[in-house]
């Protein structure tokens, strides 16, 4: 996932914002903030 996102970022970045909005899912909330915040320090 995150070698796509490196090549994709844009998309990845939509993707994982919209996991974070899914709150049934708070593992994948997390997992997805941490991912944001790699993606955006790259």
């Not at 994709?8 to 939509?14: L, T």
């Amino acid at each position: 996932m995150i070698l796509l996102a490196n090549q994709q970022k844009e998309e990845a970045i939509k993707y994982f914002q919209s996991a974070l909005e899914d709150e049934q899912t708070p593992i994948y909330q997390e997992k997805a903030k941490k991912a944001l915040n790699e993606l955006k320090t790259d």
